[in-house]
């Protein structure tokens, strides 16, 4: 084969070579665009992706709350991509100098090298973990589909143990959903799951109470919905009378608002807020932003102040010959001035425009500008209510529930799976909706990493359950309650060791407090024995690895 031509067009003698970094609406539309240009063997397009699936995001809700069943939101890749070829594979390294990717495998990390003319960087963006302490070991997300899976088997667990729970503490903090953010995504499964719990309560768990359930929605800005009210650093129009009916909604619907409110940490059992109130709960859910992945990070491309490679109007990246990005990863400049937010319907137009701008380069013609001004924007707020506008015309309830509905179902990448939606939306009226745990529980070894604040119950005799703890950081005091009620302390327990093993044969009265903030894995003790070796040393060795930050070093918002 002849090199390909440096300046991002292909030579006459083969067709330009195209990978496509990422599985997402980006890559969908611009496979579509790219088409008749891979028929006419004008292209050779290539999808780099971990899955073999593309998850439509805007069905999160409904899929964790039991109105559809999780595979329903899942689209084949290979049919999407088509006739493009997928790569299955983890990007390990991308060489924009000798225009070469390298992935690996996930079944024993094999690599292989995928070369290319022209490239599209169409990666999303990735949780913002470091928002605050404990979020990384405790928060559920919604960015991915098996995020959302786990969340969707947490809740209906959630009602499991709690009509089990003697405890009427214990049950509240098991009947607690926590929401950190109140954008789009925050909203939608607040008022999702406060519908749910609704339902459960009536209809399948008459064991609990309604009014045991409580949904909790905190936003650090003065209202939820900043997309909305214009307080977002976009400059778009603002709709304060949609943000006052979804306000609206949530009060009907039981979910406690809580604005000008920041998270300060999570721990396994309770969420300190910036009011200094303290909220028990065992379901944190963050949906409080996104950064760019660690991959784009690495590239040696322009980027704004957020993070995002910067793109001039046709999406390509000013100075890098045959590089393109689109989607949340990408700084498009919008018609009429700014950058495109980080919304599905703006990456599929920028793959569609992407696609298409290759195909006309390769034809040998210019590429065009990205015009596409956005349609409007909408949200759930439960129960057959939404929010929405459309070129500025402001829809609730109701009708804004039924044109929403009706742009997702349209916007569905393929139609057996819009098929499926519209047979889950007939059903489940009738059938009620799926309660069914589903799902991997864990591999060979169950270990968890849990982040502890001063003064916080690790674990008791009384409620040990099965794990033991190895301290990564900080200090734990074993104590005894007394029969007076005082308190004796017993030992202080430090970085790199353990504690809980002889708890799981008792229930006295020894519990163990943080002293400090504190960092530990938990191994399930019966599994313990052939972990002997990792638990004497794994505080040490993680410590020393610096692959955690310590506590006190990330930062709170």
Not at 356 to 378: C, D, E, H, V, Y
Request: hydrophobic share 40%.
């Amino acid at each position: 084969m002849e090199a390909a031509n440096r300046s991002g067009t292909s030579t006459a003698a083969r067709p330009s070579r195209v990978l496509i970094l990422g599985g997402g609406y980006v890559a969908v539309y611009a496979c579509r665009a790219l088409k008749r240009a891979m028929r006419a063997g004008q292209v050779e397009v290539v999808v780099v992706s971990r899955a073999n699936y593309q998850a439509f995001h805007g069905f999160i809700g409904e899929m964790v709350t039991g109105r559809l069943m999780p595979s329903t939101i899942l689209s084949p890749a290979r049919r999407l991509y088509g006739p493009a070829r997928v790569h299955v594979g983890e990007i390990e390294r991308v060489d924009l100098r000798d225009r070469v990717v390298r992935t690996s495998r996930s079944i024993d990390g094999a690599r292989q090298e995928l070369r290319f003319d022209q490239l599209v960087v169409c990666l999303g963006s990735t949780d913002r973990l470091e928002a605050y302490p404990g979020l990384a070991e405790h928060a559920f997300r919604l960015k991915t589909y098996d995020d959302c899976a786990r969340l969707r088997n947490h809740i209906i667990r959630m009602f499991e143990l709690a009509d089990i729970e003697p405890d009427p503490d214990e049950r509240r903090r098991l009947l607690t959903f926590f929401v950190a953010g109140g954008g789009f995504a925050g909203t939608e499964v607040a008022g999702e799951v406060s519908d749910f719990a609704t339902r459960l309560t009536r209809a399948e768990y008459r064991g609990v109470r309604r009014d045991e359930c409580r949904v909790v929605l905190v936003h650090p800005g003065p209202t939820i919905l900043p997309e909305l009210h214009g307080d977002d650093g976009s400059g778009a129009q603002a709709f304060p009378k949609l943000v006052e009916f979804a306000m609206e909604r949530m009060r009907e619907l039981g979910v406690e608002v809580m604005t000008a409110t920041t998270v300060d940490a999570v721990t396994p059992s309770e969420v300190s807020l910036s009011s200094g109130e303290r909220i028990p709960t065992r379901t944190v859910i963050s949906a409080v932003g996104t950064k760019a992945s660690a991959i784009v990070e690495r590239l040696p491309l322009p980027k704004e102040e957020r993070g995002r490679i910067v793109t001039d109007h046709t999406l390509r990246v000013p100075g890098h010959p045959g590089i393109w990005a689109g989607g949340d990863n990408a700084a498009v400049p919008k018609p009429g001035g700014g950058t495109c937010p980080p919304v599905a319907i703006y990456a599929m137009h920028h793959g569609a425009q992407i696609g298409r701008n290759i195909a006309r380069m390769a034809a040998g013609k210019r590429p065009r500008r990205f015009r596409f001004p956005g349609l409007g924007q909408a949200a759930s707020v439960g129960r057959r209510s939404a929010i929405g506008e459309l070129k500025g015309i402001q829809f609730t309830g109701l009708p804004a529930w039924l044109l929403w509905r009706g742009f997702l179902l349209y916007y569905l990448p393929s139609w057996d799976r819009r098929l499926r939606i519209v047979a889950d939306w007939a059903i489940w009226p009738i059938v009620g909706r799926d309660i069914v745990e589903t799902g991997d529980r864990g591999g060979d070894y169950d270990l968890r990493q849990n982040v502890f604040q001063p003064g916080e119950i690790v674990a008791s005799e009384a409620r040990t359950g099965r794990y033991v703890h190895v301290i990564v950081e900080g200090e734990v005091e074993i104590l005894r309650e007394l029969e007076d009620g005082r308190e004796e302390v017993l030992a202080v327990r430090r970085q790199g060791d353990n504690f809980g093993s002889r708890w799981t044969e008792s229930f006295d009265l020894e519990f163990a407090r943080a002293r400090t903030a504190v960092r530990t894995i938990a191994v399930r003790r019966d599994q313990a024995p052939e972990l002997q070796e990792v638990l004497r040393s794994a505080g040490q060795l993680v410590a020393e690895s610096g692959y955690f930050p310590t506590i006190t070093d990330v930062p709170r918002s």
